[in-house]
């Protein structure tokens, strides 16, 4: 059994900055992709970021220069730093893990709220 925990969601003000972790734990096996998605109330979800294990990393047009996804692969982690972060930034962000076997993992998601 594969956990996928996702932590560091909040409120903050724009402009302001959040990190999300993200932990993947149990039944681990290679870890291939290591994403963030998120979904706005009465939208679909959609990528965010995602880094794979050699490091390359792949951003959504509207977040590009603003968010940096990075991973520890010794820790099964993976990160997103979110700055000069906007209302249109609201959302549930979730975590996805996908193994080299194809198995993916969803974590529960964690909400980011950005208001004044």
């Known amino acids: 059994q594969v956990r996928v925990v996702e932590s560091g969601g909040g409120l903050v003000q724009p402009g302001g900055s959040l990190k999300l972790s993200c932990a993947a734990s149990?039944?681990?096996?290679?870890?291939?992709?290591m994403g963030w998605y998120r979904q706005a109330p009465g939208k679909q979800r959609e990528l965010v970021a995602t880094?794979?294990?050699?490091?390359?990393?792949n951003y959504a047009d509207s977040v590009k220069g603003r968010f940096t996804i990075s991973r520890d692969n010794a820790k099964n982690t993976v990160y997103l730093q979110m700055n000069s972060l906007k209302p249109e930034d609201t959302a549930v962000y979730y975590c996805?893990?996908?193994?080299?076997?194809?198995?993916?993992?969803w974590g529960q998601g964690t909400q980011v709220t950005v208001s004044s």
């Open positions: 996805n893990i996908l193994f080299i076997t194809l198995n993916s993992y």
């Open positions: 149990g039944s681990i096996f290679i870890i291939n992709k």
């Open positions: 880094i794979t294990s050699g490091g390359t990393t």
